[in-house]
């Protein structure tokens, strides 16, 4: 199974973006997904996360500004990001929790969202 993420880019501060991330391969079940930043010289930190269900948790830093979603029959992850701040500047990773074939995380490989002032 493999995570593909897009829709980072450039925006200027109080812009929006929506982040992508598409799951692809064979059969498998995909249970907690979430998205995570990393920032230059520091650690990746969790921004936003979902169960197959839809119950969502957030990072302070981002409630109210911040929407994550899912769409379970295309297993699509999204973040909409409105409001966006210069601190929102880093590289944005999908994570997923798999439960079928086998218990795996898996990672995609990134997409950088750079807020200018």
């Known amino acids: 199974v493999q995570l593909q993420a897009s829709g980072g880019g450039l925006v200027q501060a109080g812009g929006s973006l929506r982040l992508s991330c598409a799951a692809s391969?064979?059969?498998?079940?995909?249970?907690?997904m979430a998205w995570y930043w990393q920032a230059p010289g520091k650690q990746r930190e969790l921004v936003a996360s979902i169960t197959r269900g839809g119950s969502t948790n957030y990072a302070d830093s981002v409630k109210g500004r911040f929407t994550i979603s899912r769409d379970n029959a295309k297993n699509t992850l999204y973040l909409e990001m409105h409001t966006l701040k210069p601190e929102d500047t880093a590289v944005y990773y999908c994570?997923?929790?798999?439960?079928?074939?086998?218990?795996?995380?898996?990672w995609g490989q990134g997409t950088q969202v750079t807020v200018s002032s």
């Open positions: 994570n997923a929790l798999l439960s079928y074939p086998v218990v795996s995380d898996i």
């Open positions: 391969g064979s059969i498998f079940v995909i249970n907690r």
